[in-house]
Nanobody, 124 residues
Framework: QVQLVESGGGLVQAGGSLRLSCAASGRTFSSYTMGWFRQAPGKEREFVAA????????YYADSVKGRFTISRDNAKNTVYLQMNSLKPEDTAVYYC?????????????????WGQGTQVTVSS
């Protein structure tokens, strides 16, 4: 089992940057595929990015490709989401998630563990 705690959210102007962090408990963090999802008010939770257990494979939603970068440091039990060129439409609560399943890392139902979320607000 793993517990996840996100940090790094906040208020930023359009065009700015933020880096989200997700700290995980447990000794088996390096075995988990990690993902970032987001949910805006009145909208469904949507996939943002994911990274394989080794970091060798990354996946991105089309809406963030080229602007966001997911990475992980298994020695620190932490996954990051570097967000550049932020847009008002990126405003949402961002969630970190973890899974051991070998499935589609873009589907939120594949993930068994979730953090509490961190708010990202981008002003125009």
């Amino acid at each position: 089992q793993v517990q996840l705690v996100e940090s790094g959210g906040g208020l930023v102007q359009a065009g700015g940057s933020l880096r989200l962090s997700c700290a995980a408990s447990g000794r088996t963090f390096s075995s988990y595929t990690m993902g970032w999802f987001r949910q805006a008010p009145g909208k469904e939770r949507e996939f943002v990015a994911a990274i394989s257990w080794s970091g060798s494979r990354t996946y991105y939603a089309d809406s963030v490709k080229g602007r966001f970068t997911i990475s992980r440091d298994n020695a620190k039990n932490t996954v990051y989401l570097q967000m550049n060129s932020l847009k008002p439409e990126d405003t949402a609560v961002y969630y970190c998630a973890a899974t051991l399943r070998i499935g589609d890392p873009l589907r939120f139902r594949e993930y068994d563990y979730w953090g509490q979320g961190t708010q990202v607000t981008v002003s125009s």
